[in-house]
């Protein structure tokens, strides 16, 4: 298959896989399994910020690590599985589509943590499923790797529900999103910063996949959507001290529009971020808490900052020379 027929820029350089026929199932699976990995960063960063920070620790091939910053450590593991998989439907000449299938919200900690070890369960079961639909070894390889890391999720899980039971904190219902009385005016307004930080992150990654085996700009995309990573933790916190709860909204995971050239998707990227610099000057003058309007004006430079970066990416990417 000729990865040049589809809609992708020569620089957009991956290697085509060697296989002479794609199988459906493979192609099937593939796109099942990036929607659901998206949707697993989503859990995790709900477990993340349902879990009181400093309250809990796992043990981590024999050291302690806090039970909150593991949860996130997960997360960002699902972002990268499912940038991985985005870039193996580019391999097999697909355009990955990342779009996830909604989820019902969980009431308790238990249905928190059980939903995550059906959705790792059902994750390793596609993998499994996709590994013995192609031949193609590097494929299989990377394959065999994600499985092994959803299997260490799957024993850190029950590690963190055999902490959370001895607490007994299993059966607690999980804290309202906005939280009560007069602060909700201050949650609401962080939640629509918190969804901002999701879309830029998911664009960024979106980015990463279209430009394939490319060593130069993937990495660098990657940060950024670390370091936007790092702006949603901050915003959590602050959500959390104000007696809130943040949640990744479906919608907000399924807003990047498809478009097909990582050009487009790093326009599409300084777009948010230039939102992101709007609303942020807005909400930080309409909002009350003092820290809160700190940590998002601390970010509009950081913004400024990320944006002459990408601007730099998509003119390299126009003016370079196809390579083959
Ligand atoms: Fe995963
Ligand atoms: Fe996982």
Excluded: W
């Excluded at 230039?274 to 930080?284: E, L, T």
């Amino acid at each position: 298959m000729d990865i040049y027929r589809t809609n992708y820029r020569p620089i957009d350089c991956i290697s085509p896989t060697q296989e002479k026929q794609i199988s459906g199932e493979l192609i099937t699976r593939l796109q099942k399994i990036l929607g659901d990995e998206l949707n697993r960063m989503a859990m995790y960063l709900q477990a993340t910020y349902s879990i009181p920070k400093n309250a809990y620790s796992v043990d981590y091939f024999g050291y302690s690590k806090d039970m909150q910053h593991q949860l996130i450590c997960h997360a960002i593991h699902e972002m990268r599985h499912a940038e991985t998989i985005g870039r193996i439907l580019c391999k097999i000449g697909h355009n990955p589509r990342l779009k996830t299938s909604r989820l019902t919200p969980p009431k308790t900690y238990k249905e928190m943590l059980t939903m995550i070890f059906e959705s790792e369960q059902d994750g390793i079961k596609n993998l499994s499923e996709a590994l013995d639909a192609t031949n193609d070894q590097e494929i299989k390889v990377t394959l065999l790797n994600q499985i092994r890391e959803e299997n260490a999720h799957l024993q850190m899980r029950t590690q963190i529900y055999d902490q959370i039971e001895k607490t007994g904190l299993i059966d607690t219902v999980l804290p309202s999103p906005e939280g009560a009385g007069p602060v909700s005016y201050d949650i609401n307004i962080l939640l629509d910063a918190f969804e901002l930080e999701i879309q830029s992150i998911i664009t960024l990654i979106y980015g990463s996949i279209l430009l394939g085996m490319d060593m130069a700009i993937p990495p660098r995309l990657r940060a950024l959507s670390i370091e936007d990573m790092q702006h949603l933790n901050k915003i959590a916190q602050d959500i959390i001290t104000l007696g809130g709860r943040p949640v990744v909204s479906p919608e907000s995971l399924n807003n990047v529009p498809r478009l097909s050239n990582a050009v487009q998707v790093i326009d599409h990227a300084i777009e948010i971020k230039q939102q992101k610099i709007r609303q942020y000057d807005q909400f930080s003058q309409m909002i009350k808490s003092k820290g809160a309007a700190k940590t998002l004006s601390d970010m509009m430079g950081k913004e400024e900052e990320n944006i002459s970066d990408l601007k730099g990416f998509a003119n390299s990417l126009q003016t370079a020379e196809p390579i083959h």
